[in-house]
């Protein structure tokens, strides 16, 4: 089955920009999407179709993806951007989530 | 506005059965896939199942196959999930959320509910 990994946390500081990558294989040949999600909170989509924002979400947020790897960059991290991210594709007619994505901004 | 809402969660005994809905407003329910995620408290999202907006294909995990089953009443703009032979294992966050399916690439979720807790303990 196909698999996505990402790295358990990222750290940044106020102002900085953080990114956070997603590893799969042929990765680059799938659309990408990332998921932020607050404690107690239910996920947002922030990136779909690898580069794409959803309305309502910040220009600092932006993606990319080529080869195995997706990126989801934040330019100009705020505190408010602390919180569990989630990279998701497709594959064989299932969705699948990378492990998340803890961003910690200190 | 979009607006789901999952009910029907608990407490139930290994081996028992639970049905969830979510109720959908805000959007034209038919004209979209619907899926259920589910989260393990502390734990990473896990996709469950998957449903088509006239109910004609149905995806599932492989961990659930052949114990839950998804379905949807277009009339009543609302979506299930019968689940069936539950396990400690099945314990999590069930969330509803609307799926865009589009061609063999595009496959997102853009709106999600606020999730409904199913605990499988004796």
């Known amino acids: 089955s196909y698999e996505l990994s990402q790295p358990p946390s990222v750290s940044v500081s106020p102002g900085q920009t953080a990114s956070i990558s997603c590893s799969g294989d042929k990765l680059g040949d799938k659309y990408a999407c990332w998921y932020q999600q607050k404690p107690g909170q239910s996920p947002v989509l922030v990136i779909y179709?690898?580069?794409k924002r959803p309305s309502g979400i910040p220009e600092r947020f932006s993606g990319s993806n080529s080869g195995n790897t997706a990126t989801l960059t934040i330019s100009g991290t705020q505190a408010m951007d602390e919180a569990d991210y989630y990279c998701q594709a497709w594959d064989s007619r299932t969705a699948v989530f990378g492990g998340g994505t803890k961003l910690t901004v200190l | 506005e979009v607006q789901l809402v999952e009910s029907g969660g608990g407490l139930v005994q290994p081996g028992g059965s639970l049905r969830l809905s979510c109720a959908a407003s805000?959007?034209?329910?038919?004209?979209?896939?619907m899926s259920w995620v589910r989260q393990v408290p502390g734990k990473g999202l896990e996709w469950v199942a998957n449903i088509k907006q006239d109910g004609s294909e149905k995806y599932y995990v492989d961990s659930v196959k052949g114990r839950f089953t998804i379905s949807r009443d277009n009339a009543k703009n609302s979506l299930y999930l019968q689940m069936n032979i539950l396990r400690a294992e099945d314990t999590a966050v069930y969330y509803c959320a609307r799926a865009i399916i589009r061609g063999p690439l595009t496959y997102y979720f853009d709106y999600w509910g606020q999730g409904i807790l199913v605990t499988v303990s004796s």
């Open positions: 179709q690898d580069t």
């Open positions: 805000g959007f034209t329910f038919s004209s979209y896939w």
